[in-house]
């Protein structure tokens, strides 16, 4: 992966849109869905392995809570912002959502309750679609933009444009 030689002492981190209107009780029946890791475009990524439909619970982004101050320091891409105080760093092979790569036009979207990520479907997904969702602007302007983003949205409309 590119290595940005920016100086900015913000470290980028994913984030969920903070005001979420979803109110439905996750936890009642936070069952994940059947979901593989394979080869994407770039990389891994996660692919459904059943149709969903709209809405649907995907999976959680697991792992350590961290204070604001600790992942400014913290290295990895693996950080997902929470809360102005609160990041989550899912580095760990067992969180298998960090799979889950960005696009531009997504079909999930990550819903921060209770100190917890939860990914969404944002619309129906097919059996072997994979699993895409916005990682945030400030994600996107440090590891994204300077090399170009490689998310299926992006690469199509490059794609028609040297046509
Ligand atoms: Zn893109």
Known sequence: MKKTKSTKPRKPRKSAKKDS?????YFANSVSAK???????????????EPLKKGDFVIEYKGTPMTFEEAEYHP??????ISTRVTINGASRNNTARYINHSCKPNCDPDVKKGRVLIFTTRAIKK??????DYGKEYFDQFLKPGGCKCPACLSKSKSKSK
């Open 76 to 81: 990895g891409k693996y950080l997902f912002e």
């Open 21 to 25: 209107k979803k109110s439905k009780d």
């Open 35 to 49: 979901v593989e890791v394979k080869r994407a475009v770039s990389g891994l990524g996660l692919f459904s392995a």
């Open 128 to 133: 072997g679609e994979e699993f895409t969702y």
